[in-house]
């Protein structure tokens, strides 16, 4: 192992962004930390997609990169990582636990974790989605807690949590729930708090709030193409000199809330990254806020993100489509 997994604890200077990162601050183990505001998504790449995918994500300038254990990636990003010739305090990486593990399963899935993407500590681990009863979330929540206790996570949080999954977090945690990641994206700014994952209650309990599915690539055609080529992102992207994918990235981040867009490509990779230099007005993000579509993905019927909390008693046992 090559990097020292207990600087950040100990108070380290080193451990941290490039200062010019645009960046929130998040609740770490050993304090208040920043967290990439636009990092690199991973979701369905595999291995050899990812390494070429993360390695051109670092020459455009990312240093957020997301993945998964269900991603079945982590060999090819830790490949690009330790090719990108970058110092280790220079890249954030943020990877999730698959909820619904035992005991034994969880701890082979961190331990795993870490051996796959070579490095010693992540800058963030994730439970994925709640597991099924409170007793098993239970357990995983607290051997993540030993995992960043021991120097292995510089913060801990959750994805698909919604309102009473956290409640039963806050009841025996001992180290704060830095973030919860769940899918948001212009079409949601009206969106009810259970179809939103009571974005509400995280944001008044200095939770982070992260956005995945920010261009609504999952949703069902023609939605997914609303947000990159649609009326409205487009008509806003032309008074900018902006496209209409990078207006509906940057309605999220400048309400705070983290992205991890992902392409393969240079040309899109650069222009997810290139939304830092306008703002939206107040007129023109009002207008994204009351837009109703595209929706957050999933029926009653066909139970996906949207149903979770609301109907939460059989969504997470009627869906395995981690994102």
């Known amino acids: 192992m090559r990097f020292l997994s207990l600087m950040f604890l100990s108070g380290g200077a080193k451990a941290g962004l490039p200062e010019s990162y645009p960046s929130v601050s998040v609740k770490g183990v050993g304090g208040r930390m920043r967290f990439p505001l636009i990092g690199m998504g991973t979701w369905l790449y595999n291995e050899t997609v990812a390494e070429a995918a993360v390695a051109l994500a670092f020459k455009v ?42 005991a034994s399963a969880t701890e082979d899935a961190l331990r795993s974790s870490l051996v796959d993407l070579r490095l010693d500590y992540v800058d963030m681990m994730l439970i994925h989605w709640p597991g099924g009863s409170p007793e098993e979330r239970k357990m995983q929540w607290l051997a993540l807690e030993s995992f960043a206790k021991a120097g292995k996570a510089r913060a801990i949080g959750v994805s698909h949590y919604c309102r009473h999954h956290l409640e039963e977090v806050f009841s025996y945690s001992t180290l704060p729930v830095a973030l919860n990641q769940n899918q948001y994206h212009v079409g949601m700014g009206g969106d009810t708090q259970p179809r939103l994952h009571d974005k509400a209650f995280d944001e008044a309990h200095g939770v982070l709030y992260m956005s995945y599915s920010t261009l609504c690539g999952p949703c069902d055609p023609p939605h997914n193409m609303e947000l990159i080529t649609g009326e409205l992102v487009s008509s806003i992207g032309a008074a900018h000199n902006k496209t209409g994918a990078q207006v509906a990235l940057r309605w999220v981040v400048q309400q705070g809330i983290p992205v991890i867009p992902k392409s393969r490509h240079s040309k899109y990779l650069r222009q997810n990254f290139d939304i830092f230099d306008f703002n939206l007005t107040a007129s023109e993000m009002a207008r994204l806020s009351a837009a109703t579509s595209p929706p957050e993905t999933g029926t009653i019927a066909k139970p996906d993100d949207a149903q979770e909390c609301p109907f939460r008693k059989h969504v997470f046992a009627a869906r395995m489509r981690p994102k």
């Not at 997301?66 to 305090?89: C, F, P, Q």
């Open 61 to 102: 300038g990312y240093r957020h990169i997301d993945t998964a254990v269900a991603y079945d990636n982590h060999k090819g990003v830790g490949a690009a990582i330790a090719a990108s010739g970058l110092a280790r305090e220079e890249i954030f990486v943020t990877t999730k636990l698959p909820g619904e593990l035992n």
